[in-house]
């Protein structure tokens, strides 16, 4: 007996808004409600970026994340990446045994000595 299972995901995003005032000599505090919505935690690093009268705040990245970011937008590395997943797709992959050992075995080879 066959049986037809669905299901439904629904993603739900909610937005806080919040109005705080600038004030002259007194630093922007972002509400705790605001603060705790995105995840943020104490004595976590963040980075301010400001731009067209719009101020973003994000987690700092890690010197690894930070040079995952830069690579990802190299549209030579996205190209490589998009390539290995559509050999991924078409079955074309093979076990990391299989390629530390082809690797190791063209070490061998170019280790030999030349007559």
Same mark, same amino acid.
Do not use: W, Y
């Given at each position: 007996?066959? !049986?037809?299972?669905?299901?439904? &995901?629904?993603? =739900? ?7 705080? %005032? ?5 630093? *922007? =505090?972002?509400?705790?409600?605001? +603060? +705790?919505? #995105? ?6 690093? *963040?980075? %301010? ?5 719009? &101020?973003?705040?994000?987690?700092? *990245?890690?010197? /690894? $994340? *930070?040079? /995952? ?8 590395? !996205?190209? #490589?990446?998009? /390539?290995?997943?559509? $050999? ?7 076990? &990391?045994? /299989?390629?530390?050992?082809? +690797? @190791? ?5 170019? @280790? !030999?000595?030349?007559?």
């Amino acid at each position: 007996m066959e !049986r037809n299972v669905s299901a439904t &995901i629904r993603v =739900v995003t909610i937005i806080i808004s919040m109005t705080v %005032v600038v004030k002259n000599k007194e630093p *922007l =505090v972002v509400p705790t409600a605001a +603060r +705790r919505r #995105a995840g943020f935690k104490s004595g976590q690093e *963040l980075e %301010v970026k400001a731009s067209g009268g719009v &101020i973003t705040i994000v987690p700092k *990245l890690s010197p /690894d $994340e *930070l040079q /995952d970011e830069r690579e990802v937008r190299d549209p030579k590395i !996205r190209e #490589a990446i998009r /390539d290995g997943h559509q $050999e991924f797709l078409a079955g074309k992959t093979r076990p &990391i045994e /299989d390629f530390f050992a082809a +690797r @190791a075995a063209r070490g061998r080879r170019r @280790a !030999r000595p030349r007559p």
